[in-house]
């Protein structure tokens, strides 16, 4: 078995409890502890988050320690990726010569060759080329994009084309382009009940760790939708409805199921 065969095997191993507990939606996000971590609205209210957010103690993850390093590993091997600066010693020489892909340039192509004048639909079919190289250029990475995916990837991929991208195209031709919210946008608060009726319930963060990628991802749709308008290829911008209507009816239920069929295909 060779070193990279051994790698995909340990990969697929770390990372079978995630699939078997989000292998459908509804699973409650959370339950590792991130010991000495203090949450983002504790920082950010000081005394008084306690009033604010009562019982709000403690920061989780859905990932343990081990699961968590190999996460971060690989969100930064894709946002190399997608940037074009993605190392060549990372990917294996099962997919020879695949090259890194510059996102805004893939954004560009498949609105020009394809999608016009539909900038989302663009979007959908750019990062699905991104994901179906990336993972087979580094198939150690497949089983990690597949977890990340299944826990809430897909919901912030969703987000980034449908909600922060939506309106891109308008801002650009009138000079306004909008981006990204602040961190808090990345951290969702969950609430656990007390042991008992009369127990108080308890607080919870759970923090993306997908913030950097997303910056790095929203950057790009910038970058494309002002090359598109300074080629002068936005003769018609089309309305968020019409926009929308050229996606699947759930994008987060295509993306899992597209990332699954990569890394069943690896």
């Avoid at 009033?51 to 894709?78: H, N």
């Avoid at 805004?104 to 190289?133: D, V």
């Avoid at 150690?140 to 809430?152: E, G, H, K, L």
């Avoid at 089309?238 to 690896?266: C, I, K, M, W, Y």
Wanted: hydrophobic residues 45%; glycine residues 6%; aromatic residues 8%.
């Amino acid at each position: 078995m060779s070193d990279s065969d051994e790698r995909v095997q340990a990969a697929e191993l770390l990372f079978e409890p995630i699939r078997r507990r989000f292998d459908a939606p509804g699973a409650e996000r959370g339950g590792c502890v991130r010991a000495g971590v203090t949450p983002v609205y504790v920082r950010k209210f000081g005394e008084h988050a306690a009033t604010v957010f009562p019982g709000l103690a403690a920061v989780e993850s859905s990932f343990d320690e081990a699961q968590l390093r190999a996460v971060t590993a690989s969100l930064v091997a894709l946002k190399n990726w997608i940037n074009g600066t993605a190392s060549a010693q990372r990917a294996t020489q099962r997919v020879p010569r695949v090259p890194a892909g510059d996102l805004a340039a893939l954004i560009e192509r498949h609105f020009l060759a394809a999608t016009r004048p539909y900038f989302l639909l663009a979007l959908l079919r750019a990062t699905e080329q991104a994901l179906a190289e990336f993972m087979a250029a580094s198939p150690a990475d497949a089983p990690v994009i597949d977890a990340i995916f299944r826990v809430a990837g897909s919901e912030g991929v969703r987000d980034l084309i449908q909600l922060y991208a939506a309106h891109l195209l308008d801002q650009t031709a009138q000079g306004t382009p909008g981006g990204l919210p602040d961190i808090l946008a990345f951290v969702n608060l969950h609430e656990r009940p007390g042991p008992s009726p009369s127990a108080p319930a308890t607080s919870f963060e759970v923090w993306c760790p997908g913030y950097d990628l997303s910056k790095a991802f929203f950057g790009h749709c910038q970058r494309a939708a002002r090359s598109l308008h300074d080629q002068g290829a936005l003769v018609r911008i089309p309305t968020l409805a019409e926009e929308t209507a050229q996606l699947p009816p759930s994008l987060v239920q295509h993306l899992n199921n597209f990332v699954r069929r990569l890394r069943d295909r690896g």
